[in-house]
Nanobody, 121 residues
Framework: VQLQASGGGVVQSGGSLRLSCAAS????????INWFRQAPGAEREGVSC????????VYADSVKGRFTISRDNAKNTVYLQMNSLKPQDTAVYYC???????????????WGKGTQVTVSS
């Protein structure tokens, strides 16, 4: 069982990136897939989630209207489209699979390795 996050990089303020979270060994749609991020010196925080039960989506207030989470069941991959990026979005981004959409990191069953997103001003 493995989750692999990818798609990070360096982008200027106002730019876009699309992160991918690919699963192997299990089907993503049987879990709620959460994206978290962690900036240097900060706690890991929930960014977005797509529910495994009904496909509903959740966003942190700080990214609402700018980020979009989606799931491609055929590719067993969840995406996080990030638009209008700001320097404060700079962080390592992680995807994680759990039973529910939640900001509680301890509730996740599986974690992917992070991918670095750097937004320059």
């Amino acid at each position: 069982v493995q989750l692999q996050a990818s798609g990070g990089g360096v982008v200027q303020s106002g730019g876009s990136l699309r992160l991918s979270c690919a699963a192997s060994g299990f089907t993503l749609d049987s879990y709620s897939i959460n994206w978290f991020r962690q900036a240097p010196g900060a706690e890991r925080e929930g960014v977005s989630c797509v529910s495994g039960s009904d496909g509903s989506t959740v966003y942190a207030d700080s990214v609402k209207g700018r980020f979009t989470i989606s799931r491609d069941n055929a590719k067993n991959t969840v995406y996080l489209q990030m638009n209008s990026l700001k320097p404060q979005d700079t962080a390592v981004y992680y995807c994680a699979a759990g039973t529910f959409c939640t900001r509680y990191v301890g509730a996740m069953d599986y974690w992917g390795k992070g991918t670095q997103v750097t937004v320059s001003s």
